[in-house]
């Protein structure tokens, strides 16, 4: 199966959650190669016995990347063809693989992809934002402070945002990007090809209050466009006054005005507690 006289690394990408959406090119990689090199073998495990696969398995992930690398490239210098996946969707996507890839392309073996699902795509093409121009992010950083200032970092990139995120952190990932990036249109899916998949769709304010949420998260968010300015809290204060004179309570009065001039509720709200403070 070698491209030339070189051993090849292939590269597979694994089911996002519904079997049945492995190729038959997938089958006959796994089925051929002397090795596969997975995140998890008790993962991996479960897709080969469904197709009755008994290739050689072995780790490979965050943990053991530098010395399982040595392994790898040692199988290839004796002519063995390996395949490498992860847990699901493409390796090397949020997910271990660059050093060898760069190990194996340094020592001249082949290299080759299988093709596959990808989360960030599926879920891309399905949100109902831009898709002719888009950024894979992946995940953020696990601590806020550094999290917020990578969304800084994006706020005024143009094209749609693609992130993963674990269900235990959306909620507040979600509120990170309303306060960072304002009140812009995005989708939620989760669960991806699997019985309980879902997508939620609308603004990041509306996003914010959903709850108890399950499954691997792919966040995506609209882009920056050039018409959007920059609301000054201040500037908005008036408005939330006339509000408040009407009888109407100061969060009620700060959501629609937030609302109307596209402006985070929760930066709205805490710039006027320090005006009337």
Same mark, same amino acid.
């Given at each position: 199966?070698? /491209?030339?006289?070189? +051993? =090849?690394?292939?590269?597979? +990408? ?5 079997? !049945?959406?492995? !190729?038959?090119?997938t $089958? &006959?990689?796994?089925? !051929? ?7 998890d =073998?008790?993962? %991996?495990?479960?897709?080969? !016995?469904?197709f009755d696969?008994?290739t ?12 399982? %690398? ?7 210098? @004796?002519?063995?063809d ?10 090397l ?13 340094e020592?001249?073996?082949?290299? =080759? %992809?299988?093709?596959?699902?990808? +989360? ?15 950024l ?7 601590? +806020?402070?550094?999290?917020?200032? &990578? ?8 094209? %749609? ?14 509120? $990170? ?6 009140d812009?249109?995005a989708? $939620?899916?989760?669960? /991806? ?7 939620h769709?609308?603004k990041?304010?509306?996003l914010?209050? /959903?709850?108890? $949420? ?14 959007d300015? &920059? ?14 004179? @009407? ?13 109307k ?13 320090? @005006?009337?403070?």
């Amino acid at each position: 199966m070698s /491209l030339n006289n070189k +051993a =090849t690394l292939f590269l597979v +990408a694994t089911p996002i959650g519904n079997l !049945s959406e492995v !190729s038959s090119r997938t $089958l &006959e990689v796994l089925n !051929s190669v002397s090795v596969i090199a997975c995140e998890d =073998t008790r993962n %991996t495990l479960k897709l080969l !016995s469904h197709f009755d696969i008994h290739t050689k398995m072995i780790t490979y992930h965050n943990f053991n990347e530098k010395d399982s %690398t040595k392994g790898i490239i040692s199988l290839l210098e @004796k002519g063995e063809d390996v395949a490498l996946v992860s847990d699901a969707g493409y390796p090397l996507i949020s997910d271990p693989g660059y050093i060898l890839v760069n190990e194996v392309i340094e020592k001249g073996f082949n290299i =080759t %992809t299988i093709s596959g699902p990808n +989360a960030g795509i599926n879920a891309l093409v399905a949100s109902g934002l831009e898709t002719a121009h888009y950024l894979f992010y992946g995940f953020l950083n696990a601590k +806020a402070s550094q999290a917020k200032k &990578e969304l800084e970092e994006l706020k005024n990139f143009p094209y %749609t945002l693609i992130f993963y995120e674990a269900p235990h952190r959306i909620e507040k990932t979600l509120k $990170l990007a309303l306060d960072v990036l304002g009140d812009r249109k995005a989708c $939620l899916a989760r669960e /991806l090809t699997k019985l309980h998949e879902e997508y939620h769709r609308g603004k990041l304010s509306e996003l914010c209050e /959903l709850r108890d $949420l399950k499954g691997e998260m792919v966040l995506i968010i609209e882009g920056y466009k050039e018409e959007d300015k &920059e609301v000054d809290p201040e500037d908005l204060f008036d408005e939330i006054d006339e509000l408040i004179d @009407k009888g109407m309570k100061t969060k009620e009065a700060v959501k629609i005005i937030s609302e109307k001039n596209g402006i985070s509720k929760n930066t709205l709200y805490n710039a006027y507690l320090k @005006k009337v403070d």
